[in-house]
């Protein structure tokens, strides 16, 4: 029998209840879309019984643009539930992840007219498939959060003695320094509706990397771009 440990029960205790609630999250999210979908569906069938009421229509409109930005947001959340919980690491390639995300996001990166270049990045100790939703989430960023020119990202890395850092700079609309560890938390916005989006995005990114013991964080002056970069060991 093992002699008492404090801390050791505490960190089993913390890990136990880590565990219970990203099985929480992702039952909620999960269960939660099916009385949504029937709310989308009866909307539909609401808005063809009364097709020559504007009113009805308006307001089916706005029943139709609420469920789908929550079914949205569900979708996200159970992404952001299960981010990190792979345990499958291996040396690869990190341009291996990367060309799945350019591949994934080809469509949105010829409608910006985006320019993206790369230099070849290095191996790394990680799991192919969460670090391609890293480089999809913080390039669909870049997409998304954009200047009034083109998009211009360029991704580099540097290698160091047990660790490699990544780095995702564009050209876009920058962040206020004062908000670059709060963007990090889940659901944190500092865009209207006018820019779709969950808030989850980079809270994923930075949960996967986390999980992968590296770190993840942000440089902007507010009005050239931002830059993110993150470590992986190698």
Request: aromatic share 6%.
């Amino acid at each position: 029998m093992e002699p008492p440990d404090p801390l050791r029960d505490a960190l089993r205790e913390n890990e136990k209840l880590r565990q219970e609630m990203q099985h929480f999250l992702y039952a909620a999210s999960h269960d939660l879309q099916e009385p949504l979908r029937a709310i989308i569906t009866y909307a539909q069938l609401l808005d063809r019984h009364f097709a020559a009421d504007p009113v009805a229509h308006e307001y089916s409109a706005f029943v139709f643009s609420g469920a789908n930005r929550m079914k949205d947001l569900l979708q996200q959340l159970l992404v952001w539930s299960r981010a990190g919980s792979s345990k499958r690491r291996s040396a690869i390639s990190l341009g291996l992840p990367l060309q799945r995300a350019l591949l994934k996001l080809a469509p949105d990166i010829k409608a910006s007219s985006a320019g993206i270049t790369h230099q070849p990045l290095p191996a790394a100790l990680a799991d192919e498939s969460e670090i391609a939703q890293v480089f999809e989430h913080l390039l669909s960023n870049s997409l998304k959060f954009r200047s009034a020119a083109s998009p211009e990202i360029v991704i580099d890395a540097e290698q160091g003695t047990d660790e490699c850092t990544v780095t995702v700079r564009d050209n876009g609309s920058g962040i206020d320094p004062a908000f670059c560890e709060q963007v990090l938390q889940p659901f944190k916005r500092l865009h209207g509706k006018e820019v779709p989006g969950s808030g989850l995005g980079l809270a994923i990114c930075d949960k996967i990397v986390r999980a992968h013991n590296g770190r993840l964080w942000l440089e902007s002056d507010g009005s050239h771009g931002a830059t993110v970069r993150f470590t992986l060991p190698t």
